[in-house]
């Protein structure tokens, strides 16, 4: 029933591409885990494109892999000749031009914005929003009843290595503010390519086999989600991957983590061993 107003119409959809669309318009943060070659792109483009012109969202970004900005841009405007693209690539995202393109970002009226997941890494979210967001993880890893001995001195463990990290979070608010913030832009729905890159995303467990820090990229990823679905809960986040598992089945949990984190804490699970416990059974091999 989708009409996909200004769509190429030498470019014919199919089915399973535009039961995605759908899907990522109707049901909100979705993950698309299509295998490479089955038309992940032009479902970004639709979602972004169709988002806007129905309302669901003002300002949407796709982030891609560095390599693929031209080609990502030549893909939008061939299946939306129509559509105004705002790109951001390597000079535009520059440490001396930055500040520069955000304030072009805020104040474009355009249907999509393109960057690269290295531009995009790089605008910060504003420190309080981002120290409000690490109070709440520490907060998961208080002492509960029932804890046992090694829990107790995981937890501690996890506790001290997020308060080092708070720390280091006050010594850069001490020295500034940055003058440009994701916030600032206005973007409100984040659609990413090649969302696999973003799995190192740490985790607090109480075997110290699990537990492991996250990489810069990913939590830079992290606290934008973590924005946007503050802003429009459960809505505006859509991750693109052929291989959404490729080493853990731990890796569905950290999915899970970026596009429902408000549903896992609805079931009470707010980390890796509660998420084990409900969904998971440990086997010995």
């Known amino acids: 029933h989708l009409t996909f107003q200004g769509m190429n119409r030498q470019v014919t959809l199919r089915p399973h591409q535009s039961d995605a669309i759908w899907r990522g318009l109707r049901n909100g943060n979705t993950l698309l885990a299509h295998e490479v070659g089955t038309g992940k792109t032009y479902c970004l483009i639709a979602i972004a494109i169709e988002a806007r012109r129905l309302g669901l ?139 696999d890159v973003y799995k190192n995303l740490g985790l607090d467990s109480a075997s110290r086999d699990l537990s492991k820090e996250s990489s810069k990229r990913a939590l830079a990823m992290y606290w934008k989600v973590r924005y946007i679905n503050r802003r429009t809960p459960g809505r505006g986040v859509v991750f693109a991957t052929g291989t959404p598992i490729s080493n853990s089945l731990l890796e569905i949990y950290t999915m899970q983590r970026y596009l429902q984190y408000d549903r896992l804490r609805e079931l009470g699970i707010s980390g890796v061993d509660a998420w084990i416990a409900q969904f998971g059974e440990r086997v010995r091999a």
């Open 57 to 195: 969202a003002h300002k949407p970004v796709i982030t891609v892999p560095n390599h693929m900005l031209e080609q990502f841009q030549r893909d939008i405007l061939h299946l939306y000749p129509g559509a105004k693209v705002l790109a951001g690539g390597r000079d535009e995202l520059s440490a001396t031009e930055r500040e520069a393109f955000v304030a072009r970002v805020a104040a474009t009226d355009c249907d999509v914005v393109l960057m690269t997941h290295k531009g995009l890494e790089s605008v910060p979210i504003h420190p309080r929003f981002e120290r409000q967001l690490m109070e709440e993880e520490l907060a998961t890893l208080a002492a509960e009843p029932g804890d046992s001995r090694e829990v107790l001195a995981n937890k501690a463990v996890a506790r001290g290595r997020l308060q080092k990290q708070l720390d280091k979070h006050d010594q850069r608010m001490a020295a500034g503010v940055p003058a440009v913030t994701f916030e600032q832009t206005g973007i409100d729905m984040i659609l990413v390519d090649e969302a």
